[in-house]
């Protein structure tokens, strides 16, 4: 059963506010629609092991983030549910997974 689609709910201001609360690697969109959590791995292999890790993680959750590899090393996670074209919970649930999965940082990465 796939575990987002149309009618699942979107989540509201407060309890956006409370789970970012937690989720204090992850940032929101103006738009409130998504939200987006950056690093600097320590080389692209170790920026392509987490997207590997990633995939799995979310192919296991049926919940798929948008990546975007803007260097070499740095990667830029976006997560919102397209079919609601908004914030829901799966959406939290899976960037907590996503920041479970170990990451070897650059050096002066501030993550
Ligand atoms: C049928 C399948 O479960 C749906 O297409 C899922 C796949 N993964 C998804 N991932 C995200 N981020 N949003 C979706 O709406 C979505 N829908």
Redesign the pocket.
């Known amino acids: 059963m ?4 149309a009618d699942t709910p979107l989540l509201t201001d407060a309890q956006i506010d409370e789970s970012l609360g937690k989720l204090t690697a992850w940032n929101l969109s103006e738009d409130r629609k998504l939200i987006s959590r950056a690093f600097v791995a320590k080389n692209f292999v170790s920026a392509m092991n987490f997207l590997n890790s990633a995939a799995e993680v979310a192919e296991a959750e ?4 948008d990546f975007h590899l803007t260097n070499y090393r740095e990667v830029k996670i976006d ?6 074209g908004g914030l829901a919970e799966i ?1 939290m649930e899976l960037a907590a997974k996503l920041d479970a999965i170990k990451v070897d940082y650059s050096p002066k990465s501030n993550n």
Not at 62 to 65: K, T
């Open positions: 796939a575990k987002c689609c049926g919940h798929h983030p997560v919102t549910t397209h079919a609601i959406d």
